[in-house]
C-alpha cells in the first residue's frame, strides 16, 4: 500500500436493527418514500456526472476529492428465510497537501438501507461495506458519518526509506492487514469474512495514531487506537504491528505479511465473570502468477480468554484478470474461508464466494456476486444457504 494514500478498507461491522425512513424501500417496498430520493436524487446525479466531471474533481494541486458510490441488492435462499435486500452506501474523501511532506485528509460516509446485513441469520455479514446503521453513532461516540480526519507527515530517511506518521481519526484496515486481491468490499468480494480477517478484530474510526516505515523491499506498519465502545458497551485500546516483504519474481508481485495485535483488557470473557484481553497473530500472503492470474490467502488464529466467535481462520482465492477474454480491466474472483473454534454458540462456519467484475468505463463497473455460507452450533443446529448479489460501482 502506498505510504502517502491510505486505501479506502471496509470498516467494523456492528449488527443494529433501527429502521428508518431510507431502508422502508429496502425492507421491500416498491416505491420509494419523498425520503428515500433525498438520497437517490444526489446518488443518481453522481452517477450521471462523473464521465463529464471526473477530471475537476483535482481542482488543484493542494486539494482533491474522490469518492466512492455503490448500489447493490442480494436475495437469500436458505433452509430458515428467503428475503431480499438492497442498499446504497457512498463515502467522499477529501484530501488537503499543502506541502510534499503534509498532508490532511477527511472521508464521509452516507447509505441507504443496511442490505441483508441486519436481516440475515448468518454469522457473517453477507455485504462488508458501511451501510446505514454502520455510519450512525459509530463506536457509541455519537458521531455520524464523519469516518475518517487525519493529518500525516512524511519523513525522508536516506535515498530508500520513508516514514509517515499519521494521527486523528483514522482506521486500522488502511495499515494492517492489506492484499491485492481480497481487501475491498466495493470492486472485490463482498461478504466480510473474505474482505479482511475477522477475527484479527481491526477498529475502524476512531481516534488514534499510525506509522508506515519503507526501506526497500520491506516495510513496517503500527496502529494504536482508543475504541469507544465495543459489543458490551466498554472502551478499550487496541495495539497493531505488521511487518511486509514485497518482491518481484519472475511470474509477478508477491506480497508477505505477518499481523500481530492485541487489545486492553475490557472484552468479557465466556462465563461472563470477568473482563479479559483479545490477541492475534494474521499472515497475509498474495501473489501475482503471470498476467492472468493471482493467488492470495490468509492464515490466522486469536487467543481465546475473551468471549470470541471464531479462534481460527483459514482463507484464500483465485483471481483471473479480463485479459483472458480479451476485457484486461474486468476480473473473476473466487474465494473460500474457514473459521472454527470459537467459545460460543458457533462451531464452523464456511464460505464460498465468486464474483465476475465487468467494466464498462473508466468510472463505473457492475458485479454478479453469488455466496454459498455454512453455520454450524454445538447444539448441532445448522444454518446454510446462497446469497446472490449483483453491484454496481462508480468510483470517482
Known amino acids: 500500500m502506498p505510504i502517502i494514500m491510505p486505501v479506502p478498507q471496509s470498516g467494523s461491522f456492528p449488527q443494529r436493527t433501527r429502521q428508518s425512513c431510507l431502508n422502508q424501500l429496502f425492507g421491500g417496498h416498491i416505491l420509494p418514500s419523498c425520503t428515500t430520493w433525498v438520497f437517490w436524487l444526489p446518488a443518481i446525479a453522481i452517477i450521471l456526472v462523473i464521465p463529464v466531471a ?5 481542482f488543484n494541486d493542494k486539494f482533491s476529492l474522490s469518492g466512492i458510490l455503490a448500489g447493490t441488492y442480494q436475495y437469500q435462499d436458505t433452509n430458515d428465510d428467503n428475503l431480499g435486500r438492497g442498499a446504497v452506501p457512498l463515502q467522499l474523501e477529501f484530501v488537503y497537501a499543502p506541502g510534499p511532506k503534509d498532508i490532511f485528509g477527511a472521508k464521509f460516509g452516507f447509505a441507504a438501507g443496511n ?18 446503521d454502520d455510519v450512525r453513532d459509530i463506536n457509541g461516540r455519537n458521531r455520524d458519518y464523519l469516518l475518517t480526519a487525519w493529518y500525516r507527515h512524511i519523513l525522508t530517511l536516506g535515498t530508500t526509506s520513508q516514514l509517515a506518521i499519521t494521527g486523528g481519526i483514522i482506521d486500522a484496515t488502511d495499515y494492517l492487514d492489506e492484499n491485492v486481491f481480497a481487501n475491498d468490499e466495493y470492486t472485490q468480494f463482498m461478504n466480510e469474512a473474505l474482505v479482511n480477517g475477522p477475527n484479527a478484530f481491526l477498529p475502524s474510526y476512531d481516534t488514534g495514531g499510525a506509522f508506515q516505515w519503507e526501506t526497500g523491499n520491506f516495510a513496517v506498519s503500527g496502529v494504536f487506537m482508543h475504541i469507544g465502545e465495543n459489543d458490551n458497551g466498554s472502551s478499550y485500546n487496541f495495539y497493531g504491528l505488521q511487518l511486509g516483504y514485497t518482491r518481484q519474481f519472475p511470474v509477478g508481485a508477491g506480497n508477505y505479511r505477518l499481523m500481530v495485535g492485541t487489545t486492553s483488557s475490557d472484552f468479557i470473557d465466556p462465563g461472563l465473570t470477568s473482563k479479559e484481553k483479545r490477541a492475534c497473530l494474521l499472515l497475509s500472503f498474495d501473489q501475482q502468477l503471470g498476467k492472468i492470474y493471482g493467488v ?11 468471549a470470541i466467535s471464531y479462534k481460527s481462520i483459514y482463507s484464500g482465492g483465485l483471481n483471473i484478470n479480463g485479459m483472458l477474454w480479451n476485457r484486461t480491466n474486468d476480473n473473476v474472483g473466487i474465494g473460500y474461508g474457514f473459521l472454527h473454534d470459537g467459545n460460543l454458540d458457533n462451531d464452523t462456519s464456511q ?11 473508466d468510472y ?11 453455520d454450524e452450533y454445538h447444539t448441532n443446529d445448522t444454518l446454510d444457504g446462497f446469497i446472490y448479489g ?7
Request: glycine content about 4%; some cysteine.
Open 296 to 306: 492470495w490467502l490468509r492464515l490466522g488464529t486469536q487467543d481465546d480468554a475473551a
Open 364 to 374: 463505473l463497473a457492475l458485479t454478479l456476486d453469488i455466496q454459498y455460507m455454512k
Open 54 to 58: 471526473c477530471s475537476a474533481y483535482e
Open 390 to 396: 449483483i453491484r454496481a460501482t462508480a468510483v470517482f
Open 351 to 361: 464460505v464460498l464466494e465468486a464474483y465476475a467484475r465487468f467494466s464498462l468505463n
Open 115 to 132: 442490505g441483508l446485513n441486519d436481516q440475515t441469520g448468518f454469522a457473517f455479514s453477507p455485504y462488508a461495506a458501511d451501510l446505514e
